[in-house]
């Protein structure tokens, strides 16, 4: 048994990252054999990348994807950490697959992502959910087939966390969850340690893949077809800062743009990485998409002190109206806390300010959540979450105005679509995203899915627009 240690977890050694071809022994390969598996997933875009990867392993193994999980042979449970109702939705369902366990004894119960590297987690696994078989971590994804077999040789709950990271894996065999849109991996992990945040301590230490390993994924990504890549990692812009040499974010995004897959996007930027030499490279490249994900978390310079984010709002701002100006068209959306431990009424105040001034096409806004073991959850919290409940809503006024007047003006207008697929409305519908990220529905032929159309703007809501199809 291996269990999680937030100690070793927040630790940064110096040591090389290593790497490592990722190999299935032969000898259990056939371990799923006319076996059904299904994966839930919560949380990021890199947990999403993490479940396409974890297919792949146990159809390695001969399971079989089921899209009913109350008869699956196996499910297993990516969970997520960033904030309390992540956690009790996975401990929920945990609830819900004890009473199946009881009606279904070989039923496989397995629990991995950020959860699984948190001390307190682990513990109650060990003490009160015992119906959870094994456990495995983030940094030990590609350990699923061996911890899986120990678990079935031995009938006993295993459970293998590592809290420093260990060698980089290359090679894990994924099932992408589209034909044309792909996610992929650049850098693993987040040195950057918000205050706020857990990220550093489940995901461990940066470390970025190299170059040759990604472009390498991208061009078999652009021969099988695929329009659109995301670069993924927790702070994309720090890419190859661990490296020592000066091949950078701007570097690899312009060697990625030059493989001509139709879409390059990148998820999630930090701010405080942000280079000119970046901006001029998404300006100069049609295929790199004007929509660009800036976090922004407070609008108050004295609560971005306190959490850490290393930028005042001034900084931030200069960022930003730099980013408009020299990336025409460009779409940015945001994150953002409100009742961060200590926030006044007028720190408050600031975002809100923030919020007119950005105007953003999309904002994902939360209120403060303690995460166990970071430095936030040790600062005095006296607002109330009444309080908080109402500065939300009232953010939330302000940010949803800006989307709906942001998609008005493009009424009118014909936009690039990548069409995704069928939306709920069933068969005559479509729905895809603009170059800025914008969410479209439409009518048209099933043909039209995995390619990029001309779409004109006919309608716009706060979330979404609506257009017909140009021919
Ligand atoms: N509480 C609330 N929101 C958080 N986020 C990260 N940690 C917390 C937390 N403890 C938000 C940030 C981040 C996004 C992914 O989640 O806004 O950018
Ligand atoms: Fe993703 Fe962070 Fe949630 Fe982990 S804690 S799944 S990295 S959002």
């Given at each position: 048994m291996k269990l999680p240690s937030y100690k070793e977890a927040r630790s940064r050694k110096k040591e090389k990252v290593v790497i490592e071809e990722y190999k299935m022994p032969k000898s259990i390969n056939k371990m799923g054999h006319n076996k059904t598996y299904y994966v839930k997933t919560y949380g990021c875009q890199m947990n999403e990348h993490d479940s396409e990867n974890i297919k792949a392993m146990l159809e390695e193994l001969g399971f079989i994807e089921s899209?009913?999980?109350?008869?699956?042979?196996l499910i297993i449970l990516n969970t997520c950490s960033i904030r309390e109702n992540a956690h009790n939705k996975a401990f929920g369902m945990l609830g819900r697959l004890k009473h199946l366990k009881e009606t279904r004894k070989d039923l496989i119960v397995g629990l991995c992502g950020c959860m699984a590297q948190e001390e307190g987690v682990v513990d109650e696994i060990l003490h009160k959910y015992r119906q959870v078989d094994f456990v495995f971590g983030t940094h030990n994804l590609h350990r699923l087939p061996i911890v899986l077999k120990n678990y079935l040789d031995n009938k006993k709950q295993e459970i293998e966390v590592l809290s420093v990271e260990g060698n980089l894996i290359e090679g894990m065999p994924v099932k992408r969850a589209s034909k044309h849109k792909a996610y992929v991996n650049i850098m693993y992990g987040c040195?950057?340690?918000?205050?706020?945040?857990i990220v550093p301590y489940t995901r461990g230490k940066q470390r970025s893949r190299h170059k040759e390993d990604i472009l390498k994924e991208v061009k078999e990504l652009v021969r099988d077809g695929y329009q659109e890549v995301t670069l993924l990692g927790q702070n994309v812009n720090a890419y190859g800062k661990d490296f020592d040499s000066n091949y950078k974010m701007e570097n690899l995004l312009e060697d990625v743009a030059k493989t001509n897959i139709p879409r390059v996007r990148f998820m999630t930027s930090h701010p405080w990485d942000f280079t000119d030499q970046m901006i001029e490279v998404i300006a100069k490249y049609p295929n790199i998409m004007p929509s660009i994900h800036l976090p922004v978390q407070s609008g108050s310079s004295r609560i971005l002190k306190l959490m850490g984010r290393r930028y005042t709002k001034e900084e931030y701002l200069e960022l930003f109206d730099k980013i408009k100006e020299k990336i025409p068209n460009v779409s940015i959306s945001t994150d953002i806390i409100v009742g961060f431990p200590g926030e006044t009424e007028e720190d408050f105040e600031d975002t809100l300010e923030l919020a007119e001034h950005c105007k953003y096409d999309n904002a994902f806004t939360f209120i403060y959540s303690p995460r166990e073991n970071?430095?936030?959850?040790r600062l005095k919290d006296e607002t109330s979450l009444k309080e908080k409940e109402k500065r939300l809503y009232k953010l939330n006024t302000i940010v949803n105005k800006y989307f709906l007047e942001n998609n008005q003006k493009l009424v009118g207008k014909t936009v690039k679509v990548l069409v995704d697929g069928h939306n709920e409305n069933g068969k005559t519908e479509l729905f895809g995203y603009t170059d800025t990220n914008k969410l479209i529905n439409f009518n048209g032929d099933?043909?039209?899915?995995g390619k990029i159309i001309s779409v004109k703007v006919t309608d716009a809501k706060t979330w979404s627009l609506d257009g017909e199809y140009v021919e």
């Open positions: 899209l009913d999980m109350e008869s699956s042979d040195d950057k340690f918000c205050t706020y945040c970071t430095a936030a959850c099933e043909s039209l899915i």
